[in-house]
C-alpha cells in the first residue's frame, strides 16, 4: 500500500506564490509515476503536473506550463509543486497522486485526501 500526505494548502491572493508537498509512504519501491491533480467546484479532476519515478521527465498541464514546478526528494520520498503567478482559476483542491503500472492489467491509483488552494483577493 501506499499513502500520501499533502500539505502547503491555503489562501493566497493572484500573482502569489505556494508549494505544496506530498510525502508518500508505504510501498514506495512500487511507484512508477507521481503527479498532481486539482479539482475545482463543479469541474472534473484533472492533471496538473507529473513525474516519471525511474527517469525524472515531467508533464504539464497547458494551463499551468510556465508558472508551476513539479519536482522531487527522493531522500524524503515527497513531490513538490511550485506554483508561482496564481490565479483565481487555479483555486481548487490539489491531490496527490501516485501510480504503479501493471503490464496487461491497468494501473493502480493512489490519492492523498487534497489540500486546498484558494486564489484571490
Known amino acids: 500500500q501506499v499513502q500520501l500526505v499533502e500539505s502547503g494548502g491555503g489562501l493566497v491572493q493572484p500573482g502569489g506564490s505556494l508549494r505544496l508537498s506530498c510525502a508518500a509512504s508505504?510501498?514506495?519501491?512500487?511507484?512508477?509515476?507521481m503527479g498532481w491533480y486539482r479539482q475545482a467546484p463543479g469541474k472534473e479532476r484533472e492533471l496538473v503536473a507529473g513525474i516519471i519515478t525511474s527517469s525524472g521527465r515531467t508533464n504539464y498541464a497547458d494551463s499551468v506550463k510556465g508558472r508551476f514546478t513539479i519536482s522531487r526528494d527522493n531522500a524524503k520520498n515527497t513531490v513538490y509543486l511550485q506554483m508561482n503567478s496564481l490565479k483565481p482559476e487555479d483555486t481548487a483542491v490539489y491531490y496527490c497522486?501516485?501510480?504503479?503500472?501493471?503490464?496487461?492489467?491497468?494501473?493502480?491509483?493512489?490519492w492523498g485526501k487534497g489540500t486546498l488552494v484558494t486564489v484571490s483577493s
Open positions: 497522486n501516485a501510480v504503479v503500472y501493471y503490464k496487461g492489467d491497468g494501473r493502480m491509483d493512489y
Open positions: 508505504g510501498s514506495i519501491f512500487s511507484i512508477d509515476d
